[in-house]
């Protein structure tokens, strides 16, 4: 039976995680305003993205109340393809984006740190903003009181 109960719990995971996932229109992705992480390399990232055929990992996104959509993890996937569509290569302008919801803005503000520290080599100031956000007291911050 409690094979069975995994074997069910997987399989709602695995559909709750294909549902989310939408590929979405560049034009309708927007840069997040709380992201502080550097977009640099973006050549050299537009390379390789165009070697493998694409964006093969998912951007992290979440509805905006106005349309359109906010990039928690992604913002150097999605320049790195404007710039591949700006000069002209041949490449689908659809990215593959994980919707989220976040209850609040401390949530979110936890992804970003999270998403990008794990996922990238980031410089010391970064480093040093990332630990101000993820200990602040009671998850409460604003990254405008670190500005």
Not at 42 to 64: C, H, M, S, W, Y
Request: charged share 25%.
């Amino acid at each position: 039976m409690a094979k069975m109960m995994l074997k069910n719990l997987g399989a709602i995971v695995a559909n709750t995680l294909t549902d989310s996932i939408k590929m979405i229109d560049i034009d309708e992705l927007h840069n997040s305003e709380d992201n502080f992480f550097d977009i640099n390399r973006i050549e050299e990232f537009a390379e390789t993205i165009l070697g493998q055929g694409g964006v093969k990992d998912n951007l992290v996104v979440r509805p905006l109340d106005d349309g359109g959509y906010e990039i928690i993890s992604g913002h150097r996937r999605k320049a790195a393809v404007q710039y591949l569509l700006d000069n002209g290569e041949n490449i689908s302008r659809y990215l593959p984006c994980l919707v989220q919801s976040y209850d609040d803005n401390d949530d979110k503000l936890l992804d970003i740190v999270l998403l990008n520290v794990s996922s990238r080599q980031i410089s010391d100031s970064e480093m040093w903003k990332s630990y101000e956000i993820e200990f602040s007291s009671n998850y409460t911050c604003s990254l405008k009181l670190f500005s």
